[in-house]
């Protein structure tokens, strides 16, 4: 039986577009899962940062700016501007779906990190499921400590769900998933791949130090998004065995990862899922790793090495063998535990279940796919 497209409202980030280069997995993320169920036939509509990318084929709502007052800019109480935009955009969102767009939805699914829609799920007359994208924040539990009526929460890993079961016993688990096709399987090089936001709490400064011990050359790939980090930690590295590639569009990305012999994976927190595993894997590239978060639930011994957070001694001795791993197994990996169609499926059965009292009985045959 042929069942009715969903009326699908995913929510992000209000500062940041949904659009290529990603300035982060999140990002990433969103627009991976919003361009995939809008060819599987459902109506989405996308709150993010303006300017994102139309080929997405979404509706949007739109941010709403705040213009203060002089007297309010100056009143003591008054916090950074950034954060009164945030909460402006998302307070002002949360209103609109409670009334004027409360029948215009199925389901609102929510990936932001703001505390807001948490907080406001309540009054909201369609079901609202929350993604759970980072560790425990004081803000989100904030919210959740205070709401009588919690959202439907799914986490990204086995890990996540865990450090939020103080506050939410009972949370999904559905891992974030890569397109396969997207992210073709390479034939490798001589050299090792670092990718991501170049951040403190994503330690590149560890993978190149790791790389340098293993004597092997190093590229890296990604938004410098802490420009002071970059130019005292990173910038004064580069030259000879280390090469900055820039903030690479996907497709070059891929390329990029496919062209190396092994990923380094050095975040200094606890990665809530990894999407630069899932990435590296997706092209046949071996994955050594800090086993921090929800890293160790996609690396085997098959397809990668993980190794005691911060340990860079043992992450360069662990290089030499990742780097002789198998592609093909890095790449069936992939396939069983990140590709992004069982995600997607596991998110409109969700979708489905939420908006049930809503969704008529099947009408229509299935037609029969070879």
């Known amino acids: 039986m042929t069942r009715r497209p969903l009326r699908i409202a ?13 300035p982060g997995g999140l990002e ?21 940062g303006p300017g994102s990318d139309p ?83 004081p803000w989100l539990e904030s919210a959740i400590a205070a709401s009588a009526r919690l959202p439907r929460f799914v986490a990204v890993s086995r890990h996540t769900a ?18 396969l096709h997207r992210w073709p399987q390479g034939h490798g090089g001589d050299h090792v791949i670092w990718f991501g936001r170049l951040v403190p709490e994503k330690g590149p400064h560890l993978a190149i130090e790791a790389a340098r011990r293993a004597g092997l050359p190093i590229v890296l790939a990604g938004p410098i998004s802490d420009t002071t980090y970059f130019q005292t930690m990173i910038a004064p590295s580069l030259g000879g065995m280390v090469t900055y590639l820039g903030h690479l569009s996907q497709p070059d990305l891929a390329a990029a990862i496919g062209a190396a012999g092994a990923a380094v994976v050095t975040p200094v927190w606890d990665e809530p899922y990894g999407l630069v595993v899932a990435e590296a894997l997706a092209c046949g590239t071996p994955v050594a790793a800090f086993a921090r978060g929800g890293i160790p639930e996609i690396v085997d011994t098959r397809c990668g090495r993980l190794v005691p957070g911060g340990d860079v001694a043992a992450l360069a001795a662990a290089l030499s063998e990742t780097m002789g791993l198998s592609r093909t197994a890095a790449r069936t990996r992939a396939r069983t535990h990140c590709a992004e169609r069982p995600m997607v499926d596991a998110y409109t059965s969700l979708y489905r279940s939420l908006a049930a009292p809503a969704d008529p009985p099947d009408l229509l045959p299935r037609e029969e796919t070879a």
């Open 28 to 48: 990433a993320h969103v627009w991976s899962l919003a361009r995939t169920l809008g060819s599987d036939g459902h109506r989405v509509t996308l709150f993010a």
């Open 55 to 137: 080929g997405l084929g979404c509706e949007h709502l739109r941010v709403r700016t705040l213009d203060l007052s002089p007297t309010a800019r100056s009143d003591t109480s008054m916090p950074s501007l950034q954060f009164m935009h945030a909460h402006h955009a998302y307070l002002q969102l949360m209103l609109d779906l409670a009334t004027p767009l409360a029948d215009d939805f199925d389901v609102i699914h929510n990936h932001s990190l703001h505390y807001l829609p948490v907080a406001m799920a309540a009054t909201l007359p369609t079901p609202l499921v929350s993604t759970l994208h980072t560790p425990p924040t």
């Open 162 to 179: 865990a450090a939020w079961a103080h506050l939410v016993p009972d949370i999904d688990v559905i891992p974030n998933g890569v397109d």
């Open 10 to 22: 995913l929510l992000a980030s209000s500062s940041y577009p949904i659009r290529q280069p990603f």
